[in-house]
């Protein structure tokens, strides 16, 4: 009974946050916001008995990812309104439109056969020796691979930002 | 309700959830015109997918959802780095990084 | 068993003939540059090895032994299978003989005829190409293979023709070869179409085999036999297809002496000797052949007796020869064609050769009108060239005697008429050829100063070809002794195997008395020695020279102009070509395609205008039109 009511806050919880995120008019209460959204979305993660899962999920997007933002919305004095809330056609559109999608979402899970899904029974799983296990055997060739990503995403990422020699 | 011991009354609501969070994403990215803010809700998307999949791995008891997750995160991780670098060169050349001031793509 | 295997271990010889030029061909175009002089060694030593292939094959078949292997599945489309194979039998091998043989001859003459050239190396691998191609039109086991083969001569045959190519009349001496051919070939494809729908098979031993159900005249054996022939007419020069060969002269003379006169333009008559069984079955079609073998024999002869470029004369008079060639099939006498074959290899090549020689001498002068006296500053030339005009003026006992003799008593079996048209135009032939080579080595020398000091010798290179041909055109002729020299008839004993079948099916008209034989000897010695003769009275005696082309009158003018064919057919199928061309580029090019063309420029463009009017540049616009495009995709999908 607890873990509903648990779940019922998380979720809402996240929605709002989530919904703060798009709203808010300063980009640094984005960025606050959306690390409480992450981090309901890291205990839905345990929830789910995921714990590896959840504590990395913390340290990379709350850790690393997020501090990355706020970095930068600092570095280059970002913390000013761009514009103003006016409510014109395009931003008509965008609720509109995402509103569209979320309707197209959610109809498309409903006929898809996913809905009746009925699930195994449960199994232990989520522990960081398991998730090891699958990386190491399974999924040894894109693990390694995704290390050759990281080096080409920082390479470029400092060639990108560097200021250009005159 | 345990979500875990009684499976078939939440798959939905997990399911319910991140379509919403996705969906907020997407608005998130069409409504804003701060290329951060849309960064960022191009984050709160892949999030939204990450936990689709998490509950799905919980449901089938398979942990290949999971794995999936964590190469999910390798990308976004790496996509964040890439992208922030971009803005900062943006914002160096334009002195803005309203996207309505990159409007080169015209005719 | 021992046979077979005898038989085995020939296929890697002859496999090799062909490889070796193709190799020389990709040696020289590859590394051409670099090989400067050696290239003409590396060709030679290509056909040599191919000619000493040749010979051990030659002597490791033994009597009616034929070889035929196929080397992959070429074709393979439906009930229709075509091998890429060869088959070596006793006519395949006289035509590898003749081809390597003559062909390391020229190639060995060209290093010192063609060693000022620039384009030396690109010369020897045309050359080696050539006799490639040359070997595979000989060696296939099929029409397919020897198609590709008979285009391939061609095509080398253009390049050649056209080797000169900064000057625009060779190129287009080269391009009316290449036209006048492919008429002929169209022919020739018309006919392999038809034997491959009636027979289902292009193989010559299948269809030969089928044919033994076959009426005599079957309208689809005349029908195929004359597409056939069409083929033949285009690559061997027959009327009215002959106007590409004196206009081929274009090309360095050891081309003429190879192609246009040894192996290339024979292709025709191998082709009918491979098929012998076809067209003895079809004996319309060896009527239609004698007549127009005779005709262009006579037609030719007439027309050389007025040309004063050394190199022209021989060409007509090399068509008059193939002419006498074809006469000799349409009489049934496929054997005597193929002996007038070697012959004629062996002393027209020495007659290009020793023209080319002379040429040589003059610095690049062809007009007879400016040479003469030269027989005491070129003497190997002299005698090897007078050699040549012997041998094809059928004086005894030179090769052309025998041959010619023997084709004449055919004649003279089947048809009064054409023995009497054969005579006259041979003993035109002997006339003409006399009156080249007085013109051209007695009396007074009528160059430029500088020509005469410039006179000397040719090197070794060149002269060595010449002593070899000499010899070849002096004795050719004892390989097929008649019989009333009471001797075995070698060629014909050799070839037999090849014209067996088809010797069952046409009429055997009663053989000669012997009697009757040496008359027909004595008529057509007699009538070469007095052409012979006229010529000496005429050129030597009364010193009288060839008319300048503006003097001319009457017959002899039009005799000059070759009886205005070119004209004719400019008039008759160019013309209109040129016309109805014009028109259909002012109605349907110009008119149509353009505006067709045009139209949909037009549309595109003012759609490309309209569509740019969305292009706002705004990312925000982009955004929600790539988000409402896939929301609109999944709902179609979904309600679908």
Partial sequence: MESTIVFYLLSALSVISALFVVFSRSPIYSVLSLIVCFFTIAGHYIMLNAQFLAIIHIIVYAGAIMVLMLFTVMLLNLNKELGTHKFNLTKLMAVITGGLMFLVIIASVKSSSLANYQAPAYLNIGNAEDIGMKLFTDYLLPFEISSVLFVSAMISAVLLAKKEVK | MNPITNPESTTNWYLFLSCLLFSIGVMGVLFRKNALIILMCIELMLNAVNLLLVSFSAYSGNTDGQTFVFFIMVVAAAEVAVGLALMVSIYRNIGSIDIQSLNKLKW | ?640
């Avoid at chain 3, 005469?452 to 041909?469: D, G, N, Q, R």
């Avoid at chain 3, 195997?497 to 008209?509: D, G, Q, R």
């Avoid at chain 3, 009886?563 to 580029?585: A, G, R, W």
Wanted: with cysteine; aromatic share 14%; glycine share 8%.
């Fill in chain 3, 1 to 640: 068993m021992n046979n077979t295997m005898n038989l085995l271990t020939m296929i890697t010889p002859a496999m090799m003939i062909p490889i070796f030029p193709l190799l020389g061909f990709l040696i020289l175009s590859l590394f051409g540059k670099k090989l400067g002089l050696m290239s003409g060694w590396i060709a030679s030593m290509a056909i040599l090895g191919s000619f000493l292939c040749s010979i051990n094959l030659f002597i490791g078949l033994e009597g009616d032994q034929q070889l035929n292997f196929s080397i992959f599945n070429w074709i393979n489309s439906g009930d229709l299978q075509i091998e890429f194979g060869f088959l070596i039998d006793q006519l395949s091998l006289i035509m590898l003989l003749v081809v390597t043989g003559i062909g390391f001859l020229i190639h060995l003459y060209s290093i010192g005829y063609m060693h000022h050239d620039e384009g030396f190396t690109r010369f020897f691998s045309y050359l080696n190409l050539f006799v490639f191609f040359m070997l595979l039109l000989v060696m296939g086991n099929n029409y397919a293979v020897m198609f590709i083969g008979w285009e391939g001569v061609g095509l080398c045959s253009y390049l050649l023709i056209g080797f000169w190519f900064k000057n625009p009349d060779y190129n287009n001496a080269a391009k009316k070869a290449f036209i006048m051919n492919r008429i002929g070939d169209l022919g020739f494809l018309i006919g392999i179409f038809a034997l491959i729908f009636h027979f289902g098979t292009l193989d010559f031993i299948d269809v030969q085999n089928q044919l033994t159900g076959f009426e005599s005249n079957a309208p689809i054996l005349v029908f195929i036999t004359l597409m056939l022939f069409i083929g033949a007419t285009g690559k061997s020069a027959q009327l009215p297809l002959y106007t590409w060969l004196p206009d081929a002269m274009a090309g360095p003379t050891p081309v003429s002496a190879l192609i246009h006169a040894a192996t290339m333009v024979t292709a025709g008559i191998y082709m009918i000797c491979r098929s012998n069984l076809l067209f003895a079955l079809a004996p319309y079609t060896l009527h239609i052949i004698l007549i127009v073998g005779v005709a262009t024999s006579l037609f030719a002869a007439i027309i050389g007796i007025k040309q004063n470029d050394i190199k022209k004369v021989l060409a007509y008079s090399t068509v008059s020869q193939l002419g006498l060639m074809f006469a000799a099939i349409g009489l049934g006498a496929f054997e005597s064609s193929l002996f007038h074959v070697m012959t004629h290899a062996f002393f027209k090549a020495l007659l290009f050769l020793g023209a080319g020689s002379v040429i040589h001498a003059m610095g690049g002068e062809q007009d007879i009108r400016k040479m003469g006296g030269l027989s005491k500053s070129i003497k190997i030339t002299f005698v090897t060239f007078l050699i040549a005009t012997l041998a094809i003026s059928g004086i005894f006992p030179f090769a052309g005697f025998f041959s010619k003799d023997e084709i004449l008593a055919k004649a003279f079996e089947h048809n009064l008429l054409a023995w009497a048209l054969l005579s006259i135009s041979s003993m035109i032939t002997a006339f003409y050829m006399f009156r080249l080579l007085f013109l051209v080595f007695y009396g007074q020398f009528r160059g430029t100063e500088q020509q005469a000091k410039h006179l000397h010798e040719s090197p070794i290179s060149m002269t060595f070809p010449l002593m070899v041909l000499a010899i070849l055109s002096a004795f050719g002729g004892f390989f097929g002794l008649p019989a009333v020299f009471d001797s075995t008839h070698q060629l014909n004993v050799f070839l037999a195997p090849i014209f067996n079948a088809s010797k069952l099916v046409t009429t055997e008209v009663h053989a000669l008395s012997h009697s009757q034989e040496w008359m027909l000897m004595g008529i057509a010695t007699f009538a070469a020695l007095m052409s012979i003769f006229f010529a000496f009275s005429l050129y030597i005696k009364k010193q009288q020279l060839p008319e300048n082309d503006a003097d001319l009158t009457g017959f002899s003018k039009i005799v000059a102009n070759k009886f205005y064919v070119d004209e004719f057919y400019h008039k008759v199928f160019v013309n209109p070509i040129m016309i109805i061309s014009d028109l259909l580029l002012v109605l349907v090019d110009k008119l149509i395609i353009d505006m067709v063309v045009n139209l949909t420029a037009i549309i595109v463009d003012a759609l490309g205008r309209l569509y740019r009017l969305i292009q706002t540049g705004s990312t925000g616009f982009y955004l929600i039109a790539m988000v409402l495009s896939m929301v609109i995709v999944m709902f179609i999908q979904i309600i679908l």
